[in-house]
C-alpha cells in the first residue's frame, strides 16, 4: 500500500473528543467519586476487613449439620421453594392480560398502553422486600404475604418483558390473518402469543429464577420462608446454622439456575 | 400506454348470493383499440375492485400517486416493478391494512377508505393473501394454519386451533389441504415443512374460505426456480377452478406474462403500464426496471 493510494493518508485511529464530549466524561467521574463518598467507601475498612472476615469464617464452620436442624430448615426450604413456584405462577398467568394491554398496537388504545406500562414501572420500582412488607400488612405475617409479593413482583417484571415481546413478534403471520378478516383478539390468540411464544418461555424461567433468589429473603420481614433462620442465626450469634441457611440458599438457587438453563435449552432449543 | 381491456371470463362459483351480485358495480368496457390495434368486445362484467386516483406517501415521501384501474371478475393481474415503486403498499391498500393518502378504492362494494372496522372485516373475510415469507404460525400444526383462515367468517376462540373446531371447518380445512397435496401433513408442525410445502400450506389457508379475490404478494420470491413454477401452477389451477379473481406481484416477468391476463406496471410514482398480457413482451415489461 502506498502513499499515493491515499493522497489524504490514513485516518487518524482515535478520534479527538468534543468539548460537550470531555465535559460529559469529567462530569461523570466526578459523579461516580462522589457517590463512593456518599457510600462511605473506606480504604482502611477495606484493609481491616479481612481479619473480622476471617473470623467470621472461622465461628461458622463447620456449618450446624444436626440432623434435627437440617429437618427444620429443609421444611422452610421447601416452604421457600413454594412460596416463590406458587407467586411465580400466578404473576406469570396474570401478566399475560396485563400485558396485551401494554403492547403498543395490539388491542388496546395508546392512552391505555401508557396507563399500563406506567402502573407496570411503578411495580418494578418497589422492591420485593418493600412489597412483602405491605401484605404482611395487609394479611398477617406468613407464607401468604411473601407469596403476594412475589406474584406482584412477576407481574412488574414479566408484564413489561411480555408487552416487549409481543411487540417485537414477527408481524407477517399477523398480517395474514388480519386479511382474512380476523378480530384483533382473534389475531393476537393465534399469531401474536404463539410468535411471541418462545421469548415468554425464556422470560418465565427468568421470572422463576427471581423469585426463588427473592424468597429466600423475604423471612426477613416476616412474609415466609427460610430468611426467618437466617436472620435469627445471625441475631443469636448461631453463626454455624447461618452458613448451613446460607449454603442451602446457594445450592438451590444454582441448581434452579441450572434446571432453568436445561429446561430452556430444551423447550426453545427445539425451534428452527 | 394505458390499454383498458377485460376478458370474458368463466361464469364464477354459484355460490355467490344475489345480494352480493346486485352489491357490486358493472364496468362496460369501452370497445377501443388495444397496443395491437385489434379491437376487444365490449362485455359487461362485475367488477371486483375499482382504484381511482390513489395516492400514497411515507413520512412526506410520495411512493405513487393517480393510480386507478379496475379488476373485473375472474380476472388474473400481474402488478409489476421495480423495488420501492410501491406494488406492496398498493396491495396493502386495497385490503385497508395501511390507509392510503388520496383517492378512492371500492372492493366488493365496500368503500374501503370509508369503511368501519367490521365493514372492512366483512370485506377481507371475502379475500385471501398469500405472502412472500408465507407467514404461518410456526409452532402450530399445519391443520391448525388453515382452520385459522376461517376466522374472518367464523370469529372466535373455536377456530384458534384445529383442537377446538368443529367438524365442518375441519373438514373445509382438510379438502383445502387435499387441494394442494398436503393433508398427509396435517398434524406437522408448519416450522417444520419446506419452504415448497409452506407456501401450498399459505395457499390453502387463503382458499379455504372460498374467498372471491386472491392476492399474493411475490408468492414464489422466496423459493426455488421448480418450486415456485410448482406453487404458481397450483395457486392459478385453483384460482381459476373456483373463479377468483387474483391479483399478485411478480418480479418474474415470465410468470407476470404467462399467469397474467392484464399487467399493471408500477413506476415513477405512477402506473404507466396497464396493459394485456397477451399484448406485452418480455422486452417491454424490462423497461420498467431501467
Known sequence: MTDTSFPMGLPSRYERPSALAFLVYAAAIV??????????????????????????????????????????????????????????????????????LAARGLIAPTWINQIVRTGLGFIR????????????????????AGMLAIAIDTIGFCGRFFADDMEAADKGPSESLTATG??????????????????????????????????????????????????????????????????????????????????????????? | M????????????????????????????????DQTGAEISAPVLPVDLRVTGLAKSFAGTPIFKDVSFGLSRGEAVAI?????????????????????????????????????????????????????????VPRLSVLSNVVQGLLGQRPGIRHWSQSFAPIASREAALAALEKVGLAHLANRRADRLSGG????????????????????????????????????DLFFDLARQEGVTVIFISHNIDHALQYGDRVLGLAEGGMPLDSRASSLSAQELRGLYD
Request: one cysteine or more; charged letters at 15%; glycine letters at 8%.
Open chain 1, 31 to 100: 459523579i461516580v467519586l462522589w457517590s463512593f463518598a456518599g457510600a462511605g467507601f473506606s480504604i482502611d475498612k477495606v484493609i481491616s476487613s479481612p481479619p473480622r472476615f476471617a473470623d467470621f469464617i472461622d465461628r461458622a464452620f463447620p456449618p450446624n449439620l444436626d440432623p434435627k436442624v437440617l429437618a427444620r430448615l429443609g421444611w422452610k426450604m421447601l416452604e421457600t421453594l413454594q412460596i416463590a413456584l406458587a407467586g411465580a405462577v400466578i404473576g406469570i398467568i396474570l401478566s399475560v392480560p396485563i400485558a396485551l
Open chain 1, 125 to 144: 420500582a418497589v422492591p420485593d422486600i418493600a412489597w412483602a412488607l405491605v401484605f404482611v400488612v395487609a394479611v398477617g405475617l406468613g407464607p401468604f
Open chain 2, 197 to 232: 410445502q409452506s407456501q401450498r400450506v399459505a395457499i390453502a389457508r387463503a382458499l379455504v374460505g372460498q374467498p372471491k379475490i386472491l392476492i399474493a404478494d411475490e408468492p414464489t420470491a422466496s423459493l426455488d426456480p421448480a418450486a415456485g413454477e410448482d406453487v404458481m
Open chain 2, 2 to 33: 394505458s390499454v383498458r381491456c377485460i376478458r370474458t371470463q368463466a361464469t364464477r362459483s354459484s355460490t355467490i348470493s344475489l345480494v352480493t351480485e346486485l352489491s357490486v358495480e358493472t364496468l362496460v368496457a369501452p370497445a377501443r383499440p
Open chain 2, 80 to 136: 409489476v416493478g421495480a423495488n420501492g415503486t410501491g406494488k406492496s403498499t398498493l396491495l396493502r391498500c386495497l385490503m385497508g391494512l395501511i390507509p392510503a393518502d388520496a383517492g378512492a378504492i371500492n372492493v366488493l362494494g365496500t368503500d374501503v377508505r370509508n369503511s368501519s372496522s367490521a365493514g372492512l372485516r366483512a370485506m377481507r373475510a371475502q379475500m385471501g393473501l398469500v405472502s412472500q415469507k408465507h407467514n404461518l
Open chain 1, 182 to 272: 380476523a378480530r384483533k383478539l382473534d389475531v393476537v390468540a393465534c399469531a401474536t402469543i404463539p410468535a411471541a411464544m418462545p421469548a415468554f418461555i425464556s422470560t418465565s424461567l427468568f421470572a422463576t429464577e427471581k423469585a426463588v433468589r427473592s424468597s429466600t429473603i423475604l423471612g426477613l420481614v416476616g412474609a415466609g420462608g427460610i430468611g426467618i433462620e437466617l436472620k435469627v442465626g445471625f441475631d443469636l450469634f448461631d453463626y454455624p446454622t447461618a452458613m448451613t441457611v446460607i449454603l442451602m440458599i446457594a445450592v438451590v438457587v444454582i441448581s434452579i439456575e441450572y434446571l432453568s438453563g436445561w429446561a430452556r435449552t430444551k423447550i426453545i432449543g427445539e425451534q428452527r
